[in-house]
């Protein structure tokens, strides 16, 4: 069989895997296969030494057990779910545990895969670099919030921190009343409320606005952060009009006609009408004059 090749990677560094088995002597085949396929094998016991090494490194996957001496692996995972900073990483389940009920709460507790044993090495390879991608597609999507400005975060159904974009951790340290490790603050709760927006102060003296955008997978809640503005360049940005309304009300407020504009954009006066109309209703405005005044940021 054909050796899957590795998962795309921004940097020259080989990805990492951590191995959680009570006898790892058993994998050596994995371990091996994995080494000469581009991966760092790190190799852990029992849970407790799984968490140990997860405060000093974290791994691109991790590969479990389900039965362990001590914390078994899906109390393990549970943990690892729990923790912010380590929740993204995917968790496959490699075990002797094949009832259904078992399946079952591998995946409850935050497995994305489960391999019963005894294992194959290629096709547990070729599982974790699906897995691996797949997960480093999500971290960069969600990272790429950062880039506009705003930040992201994901709280689960008891109000815990799922997870959380670089630039929104930076702001929830800075919040006023800071909260408490991998807990949503007090001042964020009523931002849970479907369709909330509200507004919060930081440390610095900055205020954050905190909308709710929904439901998202696994039953989480989005919470989108942004520098709260101020004047009519906020409603305007709160109006959230299309680039052809935009384009519109940069036309208004040069004191141009619904037919200049037209001949402009290349439309009928009726169509410009049509978007007047939707601008008005999305800026609060009934007139021209007040639409025109936001768009000159009087």
Known sequence: ?????????????????????????????????????????LVAADGEAALQRLELVVPDAILLDGL???????????????????AHIPVLFMT????????????ECGGVDYVVKPIRAQEVLARLHTHARNARIT??????????????????????????SPQAALWLHALEVPPAPGLLPGSLEAALAPGAVISVGT?????????????????ETMLLFAVQREGPAARLADAALTPRETEVLS??????????????????PRTVNKHLEHIFEKLGVETRAAAAALASGM
């Open 139 to 164: 971290r960069m999507a969600r990272d790429a919030v950062d880039v506009a400005g705003m930040g992201v975060v994901f709280v689960d159904t008891r109000g815990r921190i799922a997870w959380r």
């Open 1 to 41: 069989m054909q050796t899957p090749s590795l998962p795309e990677s921004p940097s020259a560094e080989r990805p990492v895997v951590l191995v959680v088995d009570d006898a790892p002597s058993s994998l050596g085949m994995l371990c091996d296969t994995l080494e000469a396929s581009g991966y760092t094998v």
């Open 251 to 268: 036309w208004l407020a040069k004191g141009k006609t619904n037919r200049d504009i037209g001949e402009i954009l290349g439309t009928s």
């Open 68 to 86: 362990m001496p001590g914390l078994s692996g899906f109390e393990t995972c549970r943990r690892i779910k729990a923790n912010p900073a380590l």
């Open 96 to 107: 002797g545990l094949s009832e259904t009920s078992h399946v079952v709460e591998g995946f």
């Open 203 to 219: 440390s610095t003296g900055m205020r954050l606005s905190v909308r709710n955008l929904g439901a998202a997978a696994l039953g």
